[in-house]
């Protein structure tokens, strides 16, 4: 929300400074943004006049001026088609900083003729976007003067932030009432004459949606001379950023800001038909808005409509074709209000945002529609001329009686503050609250009208199926009015006055902040990264036919309202986006790789799943020790084992099995299995048709860990490690398989051969080719023996040995290799 000063101190009497108006606008909980003087970017640009302006000799569409600014006459070479002798213009000279660009200009030379500053044009100065010419000044613009403080733009335009609670906070008298309640000043009273129209008016309201607008007026004024604002108006609306456009456009937006009142203008002339219908969108319900872009209205929304049909989506825009311009004689003036979840979902629907869509939304004083259509009639008038019809009305008035209670203890007990019971009553006062009754112990008060975010009642229904919901709702509805005058209370006497006090310690060792699954994420994706990927944090989303490659792309995980067209489903595999990231990195020339995220995933049932998924591209790194060469499948496989170690996963008990989802290539895949049932993670080489599809290159490979399904380690008292006294032994086997018996099986049977001995087997050697049948792999496995009550002796170690031998053959059907 910006204002400016001025505007600010036509609503408030004051004669406080503006560091005390920000510092109290911070203190009652209107957040400064920012301020803004453009009188400090414009200090070095004067007012200057052309003494003599003649054609460049070597540019046809130049001009060679000299101009004065009251020193020495300076050349300055300029290409407007308006700069002539004797016009009074403003300057910049070298040195100057242009506002729009940023440009500093020097002295130099153009087409060989030396120019030594810049005459502007006004969007070069930030205060139009008029650029056609350089700006002309009157004859009795001072030459000399500093241009900005002569044209009256020194003056301060606040920012500040706003609540979605305090929709009378978006108008410039509501700032100036609670800035008076603060005690910076006096709020000047609001109490327009009451215009009397003359007839009925030309066009009538038909309110066949009285949900969705319980309450219109609106009225004619006939024969007005529409046209530019007055500089007053201009100014004001300028100075916070809004383009002028018309006087009878402009009123509108001025109330829009001055009195958080929106309002809208019908050329009557260019409706069809006496009568303007709220009522739902139909089939076919489109048309022009005032930005040019098409608007569609839904069954649920709510628009006024002619006899041509819809011409303005209620409480969000208005309709190019029945818009006000400079040939309108007679408007009609809609003053509405509108329900605010309505506008709420309407816009977010349509995409449009707009000040009247962020006024209705946050609620507007349900009271106050007479006294704001008899306000802009009443400028309308002033400013255009014509003839004020009788009021039109749809719908009825609200009721309004809303009280709330405050009990004086709970100013100390809940709030924490000394503030006395008659201060807080006088507080909610000046507020605009009045006392309906008191006694020692409590106060209860009217809220006003403008306050509908005091002990309002929920805007949304609680959700049936929801255990507790309506007790909730009902407990809220008891507690948040006196938590809504407390705040009030407290705020006036200033949020930085309240002494910050610590939560109860519940205990002396704090209860550890990380839930076991985040802290088990969180060592997942330290452990990814100290393998060298890179984590990425991508949309939870993509675009449908994206998904469809990675598993089905299910109707349920359809987004209603996407942010965007590529953006419209909830992804089934992270691995849907890291793809589309490393794509993008390789075409920026990133050629070798790996990403990883921890994120959801997404079922048809609308369950969420939490994984670690990574992805690799390209080949290993460079190193003088051994050649480079592309990643496979089991570069994927050891990221996967790694991480399910770190997580307590007892490896030996993780079985491999081939194979996987469609995504990922038949032959080169597989999946991490604890027991029957439980998959633990997905490895193996995208799919080539996959990779192609999505601009990856053949050969790249992924992983995918489900960090649900882990199991937490169990928890076992601390003792000191068993430390053997004995050297371990290893031996050495090589074993004749068939191809489609895994290492993994045979490694298996080797450690379970004599599981008191042996600790531990790697695979180390695969070799299939001369001298080994056709059919057969031979597999060179290492065994490590750890004895830990006595050394063994040749026998012992022998005996074990051939326990192995033995095992592996019975389980995989191995031989030893002669």
Same mark, same amino acid.
Request: a negative charge; glycine letters at 10%; one cysteine or more.
């Given at each position: 929300?910006?204002?400016?000063?001025?505007?600010?101190?036509?609503?408030?009497?004051?004669?406080?400074?503006?560091?005390?108006?920000?510092?109290?606008?911070?203190?009652?909980?209107?957040?400064?943004?920012?301020?803004?003087?453009?009188?400090?970017?414009?200090? *070095?640009?004067?007012?200057?006049?052309?003494?003599?302006?003649?054609?460049?000799?070597?540019?046809?569409?130049?001009?060679?001026?000299?101009?004065?600014?009251?020193?020495?006459?300076?050349?300055?070479?300029?290409?407007?088609?308006?700069?002539?002798?004797?016009?009074?213009?403003?300057?910049?000279?070298?040195?100057?900083?242009?506002?729009?660009?940023?440009?500093?200009?020097?002295?130099?030379?153009?087409?060989?003729?030396?120019?030594?500053?810049?005459?502007?044009?006004?969007?070069?100065?930030?205060?139009?976007?008029?650029?056609?010419?350089?700006?002309?000044?009157?004859?009795?613009?001072?030459?000399?003067?500093?241009?900005?403080?002569?044209?009256?733009?020194?003056? *301060?335009?606040?920012?500040?932030?706003?609540?979605?609670?305090?929709?009378?906070?978006?108008?410039?008298?509501?700032?100036?009432?609670?800035?008076?309640?603060?005690?910076?000043?006096?709020?000047?009273?609001?109490?327009?004459?009451?215009?009397?129209?003359?007839?009925?008016?030309?066009?009538?309201?038909?309110?066949?949606?009285?949900?969705?607008?319980?309450?219109?007026?609106?009225?004619?004024?006939?024969?007005?001379?529409?046209?530019?604002?007055?500089?007053?108006?201009?100014?004001?609306?300028?100075?916070?950023?809004?383009?002028?456009?018309?006087?009878?456009?402009?009123?509108?937006?001025?109330?829009?800001?001055?009195?958080?009142?929106?309002?809208?203008?019908?050329?009557?002339?260019?409706?069809?038909?006496?009568?303007?219908?709220?009522?739902?969108?139909?089939?076919?319900?489109?048309?022009?808005?005032?930005?040019?872009?098409?608007?569609?209205?839904?069954?649920?929304?709510?628009?006024?409509?002619?006899?041509?049909?819809?011409?303005?989506?209620?409480?969000?825009?208005?309709?190019?074709?029945?818009?006000?311009?400079?040939?309108?004689?007679?408007?009609?003036?809609?003053?509405?209000?509108?329900?605010?979840?309505?506008?709420?979902?309407?816009?977010?629907?349509?995409?449009?945002?707009?000040?009247?869509?962020?006024?209705?939304?946050?609620?507007?004083?349900?009271?106050?529609?007479?006294?704001?259509?008899?306000?802009?009639?009443?400028?309308?008038?002033?400013?255009?001329?014509?003839?004020?019809?009788?009021?039109?009305?749809?719908?009825?008035?609200?009721?309004?009686?809303?009280?709330?209670?405050?009990?004086?203890?709970?100013?100390?007990?809940?709030?924490?503050?000394?503030?006395?019971?008659?201060?807080?009553?006088?507080?909610?006062?000046?507020?605009?609250?009045?006392?309906?009754?008191?006694?020692?112990?409590?106060?209860?008060?009217?809220?006003?009208?403008?306050?509908?975010?005091?002990?309002?009642?929920?805007?949304?229904?609680?959700?049936?199926?929801?255990?507790?919901?309506?007790?909730?709702?009902?407990?809220?509805?008891?507690?948040?009015?006196?938590?809504?005058?407390?705040?009030?209370?407290?705020?006036?006497?200033?949020?930085?006055?309240?002494?910050?006090?610590?939560?109860?310690?519940?205990?002396?060792?704090?209860?550890?902040?990380?839930?076991?699954?985040?802290?088990?994420?969180?060592?997942?994706?330290?452990?990814?990264?100290?393998?060298?990927?890179?984590?990425?944090?991508?949309?939870?989303?993509?675009?449908?036919?994206?998904?469809?490659?990675?598993?089905?792309?299910?109707?349920?995980?359809?987004?209603?309202?996407?942010?965007?067209?590529?953006?419209?489903?909830?992804?089934?595999?992270?691995?849907?986006?890291?793809?589309?990231?490393?794509?993008?990195?390789?075409?920026?020339?990133?050629?070798?790789?790996?990403?990883?995220?921890?994120?959801?995933?997404?079922?048809?049932?609308?369950?969420?799943?939490?994984?670690?998924?990574?992805?690799?591209?390209?080949?290993?790194?460079?190193?003088?020790?051994?050649?480079?060469?592309?990643?496979?499948?089991?570069?994927?496989?050891?990221?996967?084992?790694?991480?399910?170690?770190?997580?307590?996963?007892?490896?030996?008990?993780?079985?491999?099995?081939?194979?996987?989802?469609?995504?990922?290539?038949?032959?080169?895949?597989?999946?991490?299995?604890?027991?029957?049932?439980?998959?633990?993670?997905?490895?193996?080489?995208?799919? *080539?048709?996959?990779?192609?599809?999505?601009?990856?290159?053949?050969?790249?490979?992924?992983?995918?860990?489900?960090?649900?399904?882990?199991?937490?380690?169990?928890?076992?008292?601390?003792?000191?490690?068993?430390?053997?006294?004995?050297?371990?032994?290893?031996?050495?086997?090589?074993?004749?398989?068939?191809?489609?018996?895994?290492?993994?099986?045979?490694?298996?049977?080797?450690?379970?051969?004599?599981?008191?001995?042996?600790?531990?087997?790697?695979?180390?050697?695969?070799?299939?080719?001369?001298?080994?049948?056709?059919?057969?792999?031979?597999?060179?496995?290492?065994?490590?023996?750890?004895?830990?009550?006595?050394?063994?002796?040749?026998?012992?170690?022998?005996?074990?040995?051939?326990?192995?031998?033995?095992?592996?053959?019975?389980?995989?059907?191995?031989?030893?290799?002669?």
């Amino acid at each position: 929300m910006k204002f400016s000063l001025s505007w600010l101190k036509t609503w408030l009497d004051t004669d406080a400074s503006l560091e005390d108006i920000l510092a109290t606008l911070n203190k009652i909980g209107l957040e400064v943004e920012g301020v803004e003087n453009k009188a400090e970017a414009l200090k *070095p640009f004067t007012i200057a006049q052309i003494i003599e302006a003649q054609p460049h000799p070597n540019a046809d569409r130049l001009r060679a001026c000299r101009v004065t600014a009251g020193g020495a006459e300076l050349s300055v070479v300029c290409g407007a088609p308006n700069a002539r002798t004797g016009l009074k213009v403003v300057l910049a000279p070298a040195g100057a900083v242009i506002p729009t660009n940023g440009m500093v200009l020097k002295v130099g030379e153009i087409r060989g003729v030396k120019s030594e500053g810049m005459l502007t044009s006004a969007r070069e100065l930030g205060l139009g976007e008029d650029h056609d010419g350089i700006i002309e000044l009157p004859d009795d613009a001072p030459i000399g003067a500093n241009y900005a403080q002569w044209a009256g733009l020194d003056e *301060p335009v606040i920012e500040i932030s706003i609540t979605p609670n305090r929709g009378d906070a978006l108008a410039v008298r509501g700032i100036a009432r609670d800035l008076a309640a603060a005690g910076l000043g006096t709020l000047k009273p609001f109490a327009p004459a009451a215009i009397n129209g003359n007839g009925a008016s030309a066009i009538q309201w038909a309110n066949d949606y009285p949900e969705a607008c319980p309450w219109v007026l609106g009225r004619t004024i006939r024969g007005v001379k529409n046209g530019p604002s007055p500089k007053w108006l201009t100014k004001r609306l300028e100075s916070i950023g809004l383009r002028p456009i018309n006087t009878l456009v402009d009123i509108t937006n001025f109330f829009t800001y001055d009195l958080g009142r929106p309002l809208h203008v019908f050329d009557v002339n260019k409706l069809t038909g006496p009568t303007l219908t709220l009522r739902h969108g139909q089939a076919g319900d489109s048309f022009p808005g005032l930005a040019g872009k098409e608007v569609q209205a839904g069954p649920e929304d709510c628009v006024i409509a002619d006899g041509a049909g819809a011409q303005s989506l209620a409480g969000i825009t208005g309709g190019e074709g029945t818009g006000c311009d400079d040939a309108t004689t007679d408007v009609f003036i809609e003053c509405a209000l509108f329900d605010r979840v309505r506008i709420a979902k309407t816009g977010q629907r349509a995409g449009i945002f707009s000040d009247a869509r962020s006024r209705f939304e946050r609620g507007l004083d349900s009271q106050l529609l007479p006294e704001a259509l008899d306000a802009a009639t009443a400028m309308v008038l002033e400013l255009c001329g014509g003839e004020a019809s009788e009021i039109t009305e749809g719908g009825s008035r609200p009721e309004w009686g809303r009280q709330a209670c405050l009990r004086f203890e709970r100013l100390q007990s809940f709030g924490g503050s000394d503030i006395t019971p008659p201060e807080a009553i006088a507080s909610l006062e000046r507020l605009g609250f009045t006392v309906v009754t008191e006694d020692a112990d409590s106060v209860t008060v009217a809220v006003p009208s403008w306050r509908n975010d005091v002990a309002q009642p929920p805007s949304l229904d609680q959700a049936p199926d929801l255990p507790g919901a309506q007790a909730a709702a009902e407990g809220a509805a008891e507690i948040e009015p006196e938590a809504d005058l407390i705040e009030e209370v407290l705020r006036l006497k200033g949020l930085d006055a309240i002494t910050p006090v610590s939560l109860p310690v519940a205990s002396l060792v704090p209860a550890p902040i990380l839930t076991p699954k985040q802290a088990r994420t969180a060592l997942a994706r330290r452990v990814l990264a100290t393998r060298g990927l890179l984590e990425c944090v991508t949309f939870s989303f993509t675009d449908d036919a994206t998904n469809a490659l990675f598993g089905d792309a299910p109707e349920s995980l359809r987004l209603a309202n996407p942010i965007s067209a590529d953006l419209n489903q909830m992804r089934t595999t992270p691995l849907a986006t890291l793809a589309q990231a490393a794509a993008r990195n390789l075409a920026r020339g990133i050629a070798d790789f790996g990403l990883f995220e921890t994120g959801p995933a997404y079922a048809a049932d609308l369950s969420q799943a939490l994984v670690a998924a990574g992805l690799r591209v390209g080949n290993t790194g460079l190193s003088a020790l051994t050649p480079a060469r592309a990643f496979d499948a089991m570069d994927a496989k050891a990221d996967a084992l790694a991480v399910l170690s770190a997580l307590g996963v007892p490896t030996d008990a993780v079985t491999t099995i081939a194979g996987g989802p469609s995504y990922y290539h038949p032959g080169q895949s597989g999946a991490l299995m604890q027991g029957p049932k439980t998959m633990l993670a997905r490895f193996g080489a995208l799919h *080539p048709a996959i990779a192609d599809k999505l601009d990856l290159p053949s050969g790249t490979v992924a992983f995918e860990i489900f960090l649900d399904t882990i199991p937490e380690p169990k928890r076992r008292k601390k003792t000191a490690p068993a430390l053997p006294p004995f050297q371990p032994l290893r031996r050495d086997f090589a074993f004749l398989v068939d191809e489609s018996v895994g290492a993994e099986a045979v490694l298996r049977a080797a450690k379970g051969a004599e599981r008191n001995l042996v600790t531990g087997a790697i695979l180390f050697d695969r070799y299939q080719g001369k001298g080994v049948p056709e059919g057969k792999v031979s597999l060179a496995i290492a065994v490590t023996l750890q004895p830990s009550e006595k050394s063994l002796t040749d026998v012992e170690i022998e005996a074990v040995c051939a326990k192995i031998v033995t095992e592996v053959g019975k389980k995989t059907g191995a031989a030893l290799r002669g």
